[in-house]
Structures are given as C-alpha cells and as structure tokens.
C-alpha cells in the first residue's frame, strides 16, 4: 500500500535546509569524490531521513516500524542525482491510518527537496511475498541496509528475504539471465559504445549487481580479480556525470565526455572511453564465466539425483581429448591429469587453439593457471607455437570467447606485448562497430571464412589479426603499422620473405577499397599504381580477401555488393598486369546502343534526356543487399556550364543519394547551328526512403535547374534549416572539410580527394565550385562512410589537359572554402 492513496492533506514536516546545504558542499568538496564521497553522502542521507523518521514515528505514536534502504541507497552508493530506495516495514500492530501518516512525515520532505524517490510501505510478509513475484524487488532486498527503527524487523526480514533467494535460486537465476541478456539485447555492449549506457548496457551497472545476486544464492561466484575496481570506475564516472549534467542520467554522451574526462582528472575523452570499456569488459567477462558456472550446477543439480539413484554414488566426470594436455570436461576445455604447465610454453595457445576448434570455453581456473605457471615463449616463437596460434584464429566465431578468457588473464599481451596499445582503444568513426582489439579479432573470424580463396591462409589470418595495429600511434596507422606488424610477425615465427608479404598487407590493407571507389578504374595510371605497390598475384588474392574481411568486420555501412563489385573489377585488371598483360590504353569505351540513343536525342533536342533504371526483382542491388532503394540514372545533356550543380542539385532536392557519377564528353557531326559536343553523366543513386521519382520529373526540374528558373542552393538551405531546427535535433562538432590534389593519381586528369561531413546537397555545392573555378569534370567518385564523405573528381583545364600544379591547388582551395 502507498501512504498517498491514505491520507487527504500532508502534514506539517520539518524543513531539509540543513541536509541541502550539507549536501551541496558535499558534493562539490573536490578534496573528497569517488568511493568515500559516495560513502559520505549515504551516511549524511542516513541521519536525514533518520531524523525524519524519529520526528514522524513519535508525532504518530506508531511503534513497531523500521526504515530500510534497499537497491544502491542500501549498497551506500549514492550517486549526485541517485534516487532513494526506501522501504518503510512495519508489524502490522498499528492502523493503516497512523502508517500511511508515518510515511508522508517522511516522503513529503524527500520530494519537496526534488530528489527522486522509489517508496514502498510493507509488512515483512508483505515484503516477502511481493519479492516471490517480482525478482526485481527480490534483488533490491538482497541489499537492504537498517537505517532506523526495529532493528529486529529489518534483521529478520534480510534473512527470511536471503533464505528465500537461495532456496529458489535454481529457479530464480535463470529468471535473472534472461533478464540481463534482455538488458544487453536492448542497451548493447557497453565496451564497445560510444555513447554508453553506464548502468543498463552489457557489463555496466546492473551486471555487477547482478553478480552480486548470484554470489548471495550460494551457486557459483563471480571471479573476484578487477571486480570491484571496475564497478567502481563505472560509479565514478557516473558520479562526475551527474555533476557535469546536473540530472539523473548514466549514459555518457559524446558532448558530456570532455567535461567528465576533467573532472575525474583524465587526459581526454578516449582515456575516459578506455577506462570504461576496460572495467566494462572486466564485468562482461566475470558475468560470462559466472553464468556458465551457475549453468553447469543448475544442470548437475537437476541430474545429479537421478544417476545417484541409477550408479548407486556420484559418477566419474567424462573426460575427452581434444590435444596434447587438453581434455573437455563438462562443456569446458581443461587440462589433462599429464599436462605440465610448467614446462610447456605453448600449452596456453594449444590449449586456447583446441578449444576453440571445439567450439568450447576454456575453464576460468585453467586459464589462471597457465597465465601463473606457463614459461615465456622463446623469440622467435618455435613453429607449433605460431600453427596454434593460426589454427586458433582460423576456428571463426568460436575463437572470440577463447581469445577474450586469453586476454582477460594477461595473456595476450604476454604473447604479443605490442597488443597493449590497441586494447579496449575506442574509434571515434561511427562505422566502426567495435574498439580496435575487437575489430582486429572480428576481422580474423571473417577472414577464417575466407581462407579457402588463398594459397596462405596462415598470413591472411595473422595480417587480419594485426591490420589496424598502428592505431593509438602517431600519423597514419598503416604506415605505423607496418613497422610493427613486421616486428610482430617476426616475433611469431615467419621467415624473412613471409614477413615482408604480412607488413604489405599491413601497409597496404586500405588499397583496393579506396582506390576502387575514389580513382577512375578506366585510366590506366590507377591499375598500374595498385600493380606496383602489390608485386605479386599471390599478395593480391591475399589483399583482397583480407579487404573484404576488414569492411565486413567494421559494420554494415562499409561493405555492399556496389563495393565488392568495384573491388572485384580492379583485383582482376591489377592481376592482369601483374600476370604480364600491357596496360590498357587510355581510349574511352564504346558507346552501348542506349548511350548513343540518349545522345543523339539530346543533340537532335538540345535540352537533357533522362533514362531512369530502377533494380530488377532478383537483381543485384548497386548499394549492397539491404540499403535503400538504388538505381542507375543516365543523363545527356548538351555541352554547357553548370551541368554537374544542376543535376547534383535536383537529385539532392528529391532525397536521392549519390553512390557514383561519371561524366564523359563524346563529339557529335555538327550542323551547322547545332551543339558540338554532348554531356554524358552516368549516376548510381539510391532513394533516401520512399518510391524513387519518375525520369519525367527530375527532367523537369533539371530543365529549370539549367534555365536558371529553380533556385537550388535556396531549396536546399531551406531543407538544411528545417532539419537543423527539428525536434530533438542534435549534432556533434564535424571537423572541418579538406581539399586536396592526389600526387601522380591520373596522366590524364588532376585528381582532387574531397574529405567532409556528409550532408543533403554536398555534391551540388562542390560542383558549383568547381564551376566556378572553371575547370571541366571528367568523372566523379562519391563514397559515403557513415556521416563522412570522401569523394575524388578528374578534373581537366577547358583544354582537356590535367591543371599545373599552381592552379590545382587553387582549385583545392577555391572548393575548401566554399565547403567551409
């Protein structure tokens, strides 16, 4: 019952100016934060409400009652902006009347202070049975704490409510995983969020105290290491939170970081990060091992009795090999009774091997032993060593769980020290999916699927395994990590000739994907380019699976049919030259029959022509397999300026995205006052969401576009206002866009790379730069990952020539500004 529904009027209560004023110099006290300030602000909140209670309890003359703090208040872990968790027992000797006015004495002073308050009013049996119902308020009662009062009442109600909890644990428990896995499907995986939800994300808050629950129930015990400092980074956090906010919230958003980052004293925002996603990956990994344990004793305990009574005693635990000193033993991989740690270095990375093959867990204490009592591996590593440890990372998926049990013991930063530097390291890019260990790791299981298409699987793995280790060192990663993946390859074991192929994937491990969807595949300086910095059709195949590998592993925006498709036309036309083919001459292709029917129209016309191609049922889709709606748009238009704006302009204005756009100039018999030449632009595009437009309108629109007739930087910024000003709308600072000349990209054309936020109306904008600029597009290439855009333009003088140095970078600078 809530005293609320009991009573007309509030009574008289006492004022909290006192427990305010204490409380604010509490909180803002910088000699004083984290764990005791936590402590201190419990204990301060105590003698408060206590008083309350005392005032309340003598004014109703209710005797019998006590006040009780459950859930973080009874851990004494108040947070700024915590609520309170109170409970209000009572005997059940004094009239619901005297209770209920018991209760607003203490309530009301609560709220009118504007602390939030989670209230209930019971008797102990009451008490009992509502947990018995709801296993949230079972856990919370798991942490109640006396305040004030009957003591006798709160004793015997923590140890009715305790008894009750491990009697029902068998079946509670598994009630309390499917709530923690419901949790993490809805909040995600804290360790590898950007913007993470403290308490409710997978390893925050509510794991640890899920834990906790799981150690009061007697069945299995979380592993105790790193624990308690992890739950009390994630609260210190959440403290400085609060703080910087001024409101009750736990998920740490990307405006916040940089304030919280002070105030804890940290460097910056991904220190912060770091520390979150390691503490978080501490209470990931205790909750993974503790739910299999209480798993496996559930299961036993169900068994046990039935076989007992079959066998006559306890039976013998089946034990099966799985390799030299690794058995399976109750779904775990453990050592055999022969195995000598001691004595054998590579046991760690066979046993981890084995298991993972098997599709096992390694058990938590094998683990600890073979991280305390395995000897250094020699350097460089023996051969079974580095076979361990590719036929570890070729076991796909399974490989995670093992690797992640390696890493949360220290292990593999003792196999592979330079590892350190990537651990639990945040990426700021919102592609990305995962920290840099995670996506390395991710990236290996997709490769394990991949090795069927390479003559070496083993140094596919392990350049998969090691492609971003250059990350969290200074300049561009691929170049720092090819010193130390050649480091780190020779530290596993291969020969000379195999760790110049590892450090060349490295090193190399962003080269199809960018060049096949910024360069022009046509000109023959960008086949012959990728040729000469891959060497060999045997590293080629290597560096396309591992591309594939490293896009599919990085999220769903960076990989796509369009993409795989662009990557697959320049692997074959490299691995022609590097089997000793001539570079193809630089002359434009054939018109198809259908290019020559748009320019002859647009010639006999002299206005634009529109062929609009949506995807087929069954087809293909030039966006990747589940995008929006995509489509190839081919346009003719005479020779004129102002062409590329307008129709980057009109797609803009009916929500189509551009995936790609070539254009090509083709010369036409000239009457004598027609057009000389014709402009043929091809574009993939793809509608943003709903139905793509019909041909008829965006010719309709590109004809006034032309004209001059629509306004289209006035359209656009009218959308772009709109957006910026909708509900709830809120953007993070984008760094500023960069323009630059790519060296020796094309002997035909300057090529200029365009870095910058992505946004409605972009291409239309660079377009009218380059415009204005006076320079003629040959061909554009757009590519969107995430919120950014990297595009590349051909672009030649009205001669067709590439510019001179000076002006290209004019050009560069001209197009910068306008973006900025």
């Known amino acids: 019952m809530t005293s609320k529904d009991q009573t007309d009027e509030p009574p008289a209560r006492p004022g909290p100016s006192t427990y305010a004023a204490a409380r604010l110099h509490l909180l803002h006290q910088e000699s004083q934060s984290g764990s005791p300030r936590r402590s201190a602000l419990a204990k301060l909140t105590d003698e408060w409400v206590g008083g309350l209670f005392g005032t309340a309890a003598r004014e109703t003359g209710v005797r019998g009652a006590a006040l009780v703090a459950v859930g973080g208040y009874g851990r004494a872990e108040l947070s700024p902006r915590s609520d309170l968790d109170l409970l209000l027992v009572h005997d ?64 015997a109600l923590r140890a009715t409510v305790l008894a009750d909890w491990r009697n029902q644990a068998p079946k509670r428990l598994p009630e309390l995983r499917e709530l923690c896995l419901d949790r993490a499907e809805r909040s995600g995986e804290l360790q590898y969020l950007l913007e993470p939800d403290l308490k409710e994300a997978r390893g925050g808050l509510r794991d640890a105290t899920a834990l906790r629950a799981v150690a009061a129930s007697w069945i299995a015990d979380a592993p105790r290491e790193g624990l308690a400092e992890a739950r009390r980074t994630l609260l210190d956090v959440r403290d400085a939170l609060h703080l910087a906010t001024g409101r009750a919230t736990d998920r740490l958003a990307l405006q916040e970081q940089d304030q919280v980052a002070a105030a804890l004293g940290v460097l910056d925002a991904d220190v912060l990060l770091r520390q979150v996603y390691e503490a978080a990956r501490t209470i990931s990994y205790a909750s993974e091992v503790t739910w299999r344990e209480v798993g496996r004793v559930v299961k036993a305990r169900s068994v046990r009795p039935r076989l007992k009574a079959l066998l006559g005693g306890r039976p013998a635990p089946e034990r099966t090999p799985l390799a030299d000193g690794v058995v399976e033993q109750d779904g775990e991989a453990v050592l055999a009774r022969s195995a000598r740690p001691e004595r054998d270095a590579v046991l760690p990375l066979r046993a981890a091997a084995a298991a993972a093959q098997a599709g096992l867990p390694v058990n938590l204490h094998v683990v600890r032993q073979l991280a305390r009592n395995t000897p250094q591996l020699t350097v460089p590593w023996p051969a079974e060593a580095r076979e361990e440890l590719v036929t570890l990372l070729g076991a796909g998926e399974s490989a995670i769980a093992v690797w992640e049990a390696l890493e949360a013991e220290g292990l593999v930063t003792r196999l592979l020290p330079d590892w350190e530097r990537v651990r639990c390291r945040p990426q700021r890019n919102p592609v990305h999916t995962w920290t840099v260990d995670r996506h390395l790791l991710e990236t290996a299981v997709r490769a394990a699927g991949m090795t069927r298409r390479v003559s070496r699987p083993d140094l596919l793995l392990v350049a998969a395994l090691l492609h971003d280790i250059g990350k969290g060192w200074p300049g561009d990663h691929s170049v720092a990590g090819e010193t130390i993946a050649r480091d780190m390859a020779a530290r596993i074991g291969f020969g000379a000739a195999d760790v110049a192929v590892v450090a060349t994937l490295v090193r190399q491990h962003l080269l199809l994907v960018e060049t096949a969807t910024r360069r022009d595949l046509d000109d023959p300086a960008t086949v012959g380019a990728v040729a000469e910095a891959v060497g060999s059709v045997a590293t080629l195949e290597l560096l396309h699976a591992l591309t594939e590998a490293d896009a599919l592993a990085t999220g769903p925006a960076a990989w796509s049919a369009w993409r795989a498709s662009l990557v697959a036309e320049l692997v074959q036309r490299v691995a022609a030259v590097l089997a000793g083919d001539p570079l ?109 437009p019909g041909a008829s309108r965006l010719r309709a629109d590109l004809v006034r576009a032309l004209e001059g007739s629509l306004d289209i930087p006035a359209r656009l910024a009218e959308r772009e206002k709109a957006y910026a000003t909708g509900p709830a709308r809120r953007r993070s600072p984008a ?25 409605p109306g972009l291409l239309h904008r660079i377009g009218r730069a380059l415009d204005e600029a006076g320079v003629r597009v040959r061909s554009a290439h757009v590519s969107t990952l995430g919120a950014s855009a990297v595009d590349a333009f051909y672009v030649t003088g009205v001669d067709g020539v590439p510019l001179p140095a000076t002006d290209a970078a004019g050009v560069a600078k001209a197009v910068e500004g306008a973006l900025g």
């Open 735 to 759: 760094p500023p866009p960069r323009v630059t000349v790519a060296p020796a990209a094309s002997r035909l054309a300057t090529v200029l790379e365009v870095r910058a936020q992505d946004a």
């Open 584 to 692: 193809p001459d630089p002359e434009p292709a054939a018109l198809t029959a259908e290019q020559e029917r748009l320019v002859v129209e647009a010639h006999r016309t002299g206005g634009p022509v529109l062929a609009l191609r949506a995807r087929e049922e069954g087809e293909e889709e030039v966006t990747g397999g589940e995008g929006p709606l995509g489509a190839e748009l081919r346009i003719s238009v005479p020779d004129q300026p102002g062409v590329l704006p307008a129709v980057a302009g009109v797609l803009a204005m009916h929500r189509l995205t551009v995936r790609t756009a070539e254009l090509r100039e083709v010369d036409v018999p000239v009457p004598q006052d027609g057009p000389g030449s014709v402009l043929l632009l091809t574009w993939r595009v793809a509608a943003a969401y709903g139905s793509l």
């Open 92 to 155: 059940g000797t004094a009239s619901d009347k005297a209770v209920a006015a018991l209760a607003d004495r203490i309530w009301y002073p609560v709220w009118d202070l504007g602390l939030d308050l989670d209230h209930s009013v019971r008797t102990p049996a009451e008490a009992r049975k509502v947990a018995g119902e709801d296993l949230k308020v079972q856990l919370g009662l798991l942490d109640a704490r006396h305040l004030v009062g009957d003591l006798g009442l709160t004793t």
